[in-house]
């Protein structure tokens, strides 16, 4: 399965990327996040053909981070470290001309990272929440950058996801709850939009003319197609948790 999908992501990214752009598991590998028209090439095509079962997937699961991320934390951020362990040991795999090599140190990597993730439950968290950061600061920075015209800017958005990476990774060591909250929602509602958008933006089912134009035009929709569903779900969690407080408050009492 780990193999099988990353192999899709690897053929699906290289397709889609222009001469010249390096493809999705290209840049992760690099540490480089896309900027927002590689990230809408990428989702279009993703959605295509077989890829439509994944971006259903896909939105199911960020249901759940969405609306249930802090109940079963600990099976989301296993499943986390499985997804991650899958990716790093696909990527280091790949580096060889041995065909079957990603696929072996990809199962090898989700099954060390999902040990790992289980008997380290609260580093896992505090990695999370950094890789969280890393991504809320580096989509804020060329954000600002963008919108203020300052195309300079857009240079340095390492530095908006270092800041994001220290201050999210060190609060996932004081403040767990908030930042399982914090990183279920923003990843919930990322998986999502993603999946919405590979299904909506693809050639084979969706209508790609009609979103495409507007998506990549307006600066301030795919943040707020990204934003709203997270805060709604941060909002959620936090009420739940505190309903659930108050329970456990009165039944003691």
Not at 1 to 28: I, Q, S, V, W, Y
Not at 68 to 79: C, F, N, P, Q
Not at 132 to 161: R, S
Request: charged content about 10%.
């Amino acid at each position: 399965m780990f193999g099988t999908t990353l192999n899709m992501l690897a053929e699906t990214a290289g397709d889609a990327a222009p001469a010249g752009d390096p493809g999705f598991l290209d840049r992760l590998g690099a540490a480089q996040l896309p900027n927002r028209e590689q990230y809408l090439n990428d989702m279009a095509e993703f959605g295509a053909g077989t890829g439509a079962i994944w971006a259903v997937l896909l939105v199911l699961l960020g249901l759940l981070y969405l609306l249930s991320g802090w109940r079963s934390y600990k099976i989301l951020v296993v499943l986390n470290g499985i997804a991650l362990g899958c990716l790093v040991g696909y990527l280091l795999g790949n580096m060889t001309d041995k065909a079957n090599l990603p696929l072996l140190a990809g199962i090898a990597g989700a099954v060390l990272f999902g040990i790992l993730s289980y008997a380290l439950l609260r580093g896992a968290i505090g990695v999370m929440g950094a890789l969280t950061g890393a991504v809320i600061g580096h989509a804020l920075w060329a954000y600002v950058a963008e919108f203020t015209g300052k195309a300079g800017l857009a240079d340095y958005t390492w530095v908006g996801a270092l800041l994001g990476t220290i201050t999210l990774g060190l609060l996932g060591f004081l403040i767990l709850q908030g930042i399982v909250m914090i990183f279920t929602s923003v990843q919930g509602s990322m998986m999502i939009v993603s999946g919405v958008l590979a299904l909506t933006l693809n050639s084979d089912y969706g209508f790609p003319g009609k979103l495409m134009g507007p998506l990549n035009e307006r600066i301030h929709l795919l943040p707020l197609l990204m934003g709203v569903p997270a805060l709604l779900g941060f909002s959620l969690q936090y009420i739940a948790s505190v309903k659930k407080a108050a329970k456990k408050k009165r039944a003691a009492g």
